[in-house]
């Protein structure tokens, strides 16, 4: 980053602009463009609200979390007529109810792929099968989501799946990308709200000549050309494959995650679904999770975070975003245990990085596509039998 003081109308820069939208094409997994802005990942949500929709357009919002909830202050923001609906935070929709809701009016369906206040993975496959036939787009936000989870963007056909830098490509805050469908450029020219700096179609004009519409965020630009190149150098150079491990490793050390905080006897946030980019966990009965959250810190220099909004003192949520690999996921376990043994009162040493080792040893050597179908579980992690049927196992 720091060597990136290049001018932004140069052919340096539009060498690194535009080799930096190929690799997130392909660490999207889609064909559609690609649109990179300065912004933090609000902004893209923003641009996806402003740029589909007219005021008084009706859309159907999927909340279970403080980020659903951001999709509905945006959309009424921007005047729509917002559907909305709700799951309890730490559940997901049935889709039945997704289906139920989806009226033949609604314009576009907002939803996150992980809802990362409370843990749950939301299935965007069985949402995507429902959009696909209706005039509704679908518009995921996937900031935790991508890298972590995942998506077959164009075969489900996602019309604007959205991510942010911070998250699992690992690098600093102020970057926000989406892939936005034919579709969903189509409906842009005929939708009414404003937009000046979020014009997703100025940026578009401007990704086509190598360069962005006003000044580019350059060196967070160069640092996610370099973290590209760092994801696919532990693929042998691929970029796809090294973006299938790190999903494979999010998976992973969430499932350890998972098996190690049951193995002490607490409960999980979201047990139903649990997502891969975040595990959110109840904190001991009569503990502010604060405590644990202070305790770890002090003791470790270690970040984990308590809840947002009202979940604050209830539950403590543990991310899995980038490679945080084995070695430091059960480094953090065997933290926990110091941290949790007194307020627990009991004997945990060792207790849950052997649950956490067991679930490694399984996983193993595993593909990504063996690891999503073991147990026969539908992308979003429930059993198939709990989604329709008739969707395809990813990547099977
Ligand atoms: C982090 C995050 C965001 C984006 O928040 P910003 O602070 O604007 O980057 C949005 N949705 C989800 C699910 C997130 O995890």
Not at 131 to 149: C, H, M, N, S, Y
């Amino acid at each position: 980053m720091a060597a990136a003081d290049i001018h932004h109308r140069t052919p340096e820069f539009r060498a690194l602009y535009q080799r930096v939208l190929i690799q997130l094409k392909d660490f999207v997994g889609t064909k559609n463009d690609v649109i990179l802005i300065s912004s933090s990942g609000t902004g893209a949500m923003e641009a996806a609200v402003s740029n589909l929709t007219s005021p008084g357009d009706r859309v159907l919002v999927l909340t279970a979390g403080k980020f659903g909830e951001r999709w509905v202050s945006l959309a009424k923001a921007f005047g729509c007529q917002v559907e909305t609906l709700s799951a309890p935070y730490g559940e997901t929709f049935s889709i039945e109810e997704v289906r139920a809701k989806l009226k033949p009016d609604v314009k576009a369906v907002f939803m996150q792929a992980t809802e990362t206040s409370t843990g749950a993975r939301h299935c965007v496959q069985s949402v995507a099968a429902l959009t696909k036939e209706a005039d509704a787009l679908l518009v995921v936000d996937a900031i935790t989501g991508l890298g972590t989870t995942q998506f077959d963007v164009d075969g489900w056909g996602i019309d604007v799946i959205i991510g942010g830098s911070q998250k699992a490509v690992m690098i600093p805050p102020g970057l926000a990308y989406c892939a936005v469908s034919d579709r969903a450029w189509q409906r842009m020219e005929t939708t009414k709200n404003p937009r000046y700096y979020f014009d997703l179609r100025k940026e578009r004009k401007s990704a086509a000549k190598g360069e962005s519409a006003y000044t580019p965020a350059v060196a967070l630009i160069a640092a996610l050309g370099a973290a590209f190149d760092y994801i696919a150098a532990g693929a042998g150079g691929d970029i796809v494959a090294g973006r299938d491990a790190l999903i494979h490793n999010a998976e992973v050390v969430a499932e350890m995650t998972r098996a190690a905080v049951q193995a002490f006897g607490l409960k999980l946030f979201a047990p139903t679904a649990p997502a891969a980019a975040v595990t959110a966990v109840y904190a001991p009965e009569r503990t502010d999770s604060g405590a644990i959250v202070k305790g770890f810190k002090e003791q470790f220099a270690g970040v984990i975070a308590n809840g947002q909004g009202e979940m604050k003192g209830q539950l403590f949520r543990i991310a899995h975003l980038g490679f945080f690999d084995y070695l430091d996921t059960i480094a953090m376990i065997g933290g926990l245990e110091h941290v949790l043994q007194p307020i627990l009162g009991r004997d945990l040493l060792g207790v849950g990085l052997k649950a956490a080792q067991q679930v490694y040893a399984k996983r193993r050597g595993t593909s990504l596509t063996q690891l999503l179908e073991s147990d026969h579980r539908c992308s979003c992690g429930r059993p198939m039998a709990e989604c329709s049927p008739t969707l395809a196992v990813v990547g099977a």
